[in-house]
């Protein structure tokens, strides 16, 4: 049995599983990194899980995300790519031998610059089970965008784009703002779209983005034309910049209504995208916990590069 | 003699102008659109710059800027490019005629869509006078840079980058400011450097960004170098996107520090540019009260797209 935990900047969530990998049950909770002292991360896990563990006594317990990080329960030091999943156990931060430890996030260097990400890799390689794929493209919309390469089981390249972080401080705090409604209740398709076509085109997404207060000024963009707009302007400079190639495999992983706007922009783009859920952190957790039970039955630390034959827990 | 004003959103400045286009007095103030109530105006006016207009009564005042927005003293419509000073000279919103008018802005249409400016467009005649030039790429950097391309004199094409907005948003409010320092006093040319030829390279702004935190996250970047990367970034991604063609005649005008960088970042993509300060509102509405003098002259209105030929007031 299996204790998955996503926890990150501002909640967590977490899922008990059968060693067949069925969900028994689930658990979210809006404290993440934020909301949670120095020194009060056990605290918070036993109020969180603490039922669940005393339960199940032998449940193994695996932390994804920020609780990794510095400011997190123990900083588990990223796993530098190419990282695959024996890599990751490997690297595994116990905090209570056997039973309990984080999940070190992925840095992967791109041209001299390091790149880094925490939680998404489980997620990336829960994607790619419930794909039966080991050579794909992962995409990971949010705050800070996430286009995953992987090639051989093993996450190769990473770069971050801080797509929904520009999308909220130009949404709220820009000039945009003013000629904007004050939520995004209403999203139009078609402005959406226009939004972008026009990032695929030439003139920067700087100038692209001053198009939405110019459209209002001429009265020929409705405010809720705008936030669809800006919303593709923005989509669509990600995928613009990523540039997946046409008839390549690309899942995007995500919350429904916003893997659907990426899957919408990649078609415009000639890419035939699939999209999974929240359950792909499930998933790839399994896999890694599968790969420990690999490691136990042979007795040895896995080699970095070699990913599971089998995985007892995950399938 | 002549009372050229430009009057922004947050501030004015006017200057008393001789015949001959040398500047008598000048004047500035922290009183822009933000700060003056509606039918605030004609006030503001007289008590700023009642006293020279009393000393001169004969003086025609020229204003130019946000002050002929919607929100301004009163709207004066944008002239649609390609315009030239008698296309301007054609389209001032007369409040006291033949003595007090308000300088039109101007609009082009790119591809389909609007692009706007008021108050730059006094800057770029006044900037091709300084430089001799008739045909320019004309930078106006700040909170939302411009690009003006001239030919015959006249205003053809016009992009205008969110630059300086982003920059802000960036700096203070985004995840990047949690490892910038708090000011910029530190401005280092090498970070800002870096920047610019990141920024030049594929990869996308969204995604470059996101190394100014990498970078401090491994500690390979102080916060002061952070800073000035990103200001490179930004800067070098409007001049990608802008793309003046290596050997062009650029002119950047603006404040000395901020149009230093900006032809220090446009000279690493090959393009030597000159600067101009703000004489150049100056020196544009005097040749815009030139085009006034010479049509009183003739008796008769300006054609748009003719240049003036001589210009009583500026020369």
């Known amino acids: 049995m299996l204790l998955a935990v996503d926890w990150g900047t501002t909640s967590l969530r977490g899922a008990l599983l059968a060693a067949d990998g069925r969900v028994l049950a689930e658990h979210a909770a809006p404290r993440g990194l934020l909301s949670i ?18 339960a199940h006594p032998t449940v193994v317990c695996l932390l994804a995300g920020m609780v990794g990080s510095r400011q997190g329960w123990a900083e588990a030091p990223y796993c ?30 791109n041209d001299g610059l390091p790149d880094v990400m925490r939680g998404e890799e489980v997620q990336v390689f829960g994607a790619l089970e419930l794909a039966g794929l080991s050579d794909a493209t992962v995409v990971l919309p949010g705050t800070h965008s996430k286009w995953v390469r992987v090639r051989g089981g093993r996450i190769c390249e990473l770069a971050t784009h801080m797509t929904g972080e520009c999308y909220a401080l ?3 705090q820009s000039i945009l703002s003013r000629t904007l409604p ?13 939004g972008v076509d ?26 809720a034309e705008g936030a669809s707009h800006l919303s593709g302007l923005l989509i669509g400079e990600e995928l613009h910049a990523a540039a997946p190639a046409a008839g390549s495999d690309v899942i995007v992983v995500g919350h429904p209504a916003l893997a659907a706007r990426y899957q919408r922009a990649l078609a415009r783009c000639g890419v035939k995208a699939r999209t999974v859920g929240a359950e792909a952190a499930w998933r790839g957790l ?5 790969q420990l039970g690999q490691l136990c039955q042979l007795g040895r630390p896995g080699r970095p590069g070699r990913p599971a034959a089998t995985s007892t827990l995950a399938r």
């Open 80 to 109: 530098p790519g190419p990282a695959g999943l024996a890599d990751l156990a490997d690297r595994l931060l116990w905090l209570q031998p056997g039973r309990l430890a984080i999940v070190p996030g992925v840095s992967v260097e």
């Open 170 to 172: 130009l949404r709220h």
């Open 182 to 194: 004050p939520d995004d209740s209403a999203w139009l398709p078609d402005a959406f779209d226009r």
């Open 286 to 290: 399994a896999a890694l916990a599968g």
């Open 198 to 223: 026009q990032a695929l085109q030439p003139g920067g997404l700087l100038h692209h983005l001053f198009s939405v207060r110019t459209l209002a000024l001429f009265e020929r963009q409705s405010p």
């Open 37 to 54: 002292e120095a020194g009060g991360w056990a605290a918070a896990f036993e109020a969180e899980f603490g039922a669940w563990r005393r």
